[in-house]
């Protein structure tokens, strides 16, 4: 078992930076990899990007360029810095954990609101 939690959400204004932070509760270096998604009021759960254990990174395009997911292995963290936020990226914010058995471990969300 993995807990996950989430932090740093919170309201800014359009153009403005938040860094979204995943806590683990145990290493994140026997993960297959950490992701982000997120989920707007009313539509389903998106995928924003991923780290693998190769310390490869992936993004969705809609964020691409703004977003950067990053690690601290001795934090047992992930984070994700969001840059030049749009009204469109508010949402709920969720870490994922992929272990190595096939299992997703899930935290509880943080709220991004982006003011226009």
């Known amino acids: 078992q993995v807990q996950l939690v989430e932090s740093g959400g919170g309201l800014v204004q359009a153009g403005g930076s938040l860094r979204l932070s995943c806590a683990a509760s145990?290493?994140?270096?026997?993960?297959?990899?950490m992701a982000w998604f997120r989920q707007a009021p009313g539509k389903q759960r998106d995928w924003v990007a991923t780290?693998?254990?190769?310390?490869?990174?992936n993004y969705a395009d809609s964020v691409k360029g703004r977003f950067t997911i990053s690690t601290d292995s001795a934090k047992n963290t992930v984070y994700l810095q969001m840059n030049n936020l749009e009204p469109e990226d508010t949402a709920v914010y969720y870490c994922r954990a992929a272990g190595l058995l096939g299992r997703y471990y899930w935290g509880q969300g943080t709220q991004v609101t982006v003011s226009s």
């Open positions: 780290i693998t254990s190769e310390s490869r990174m």
């Open positions: 145990r290493s994140i270096l026997s993960m297959n990899s």
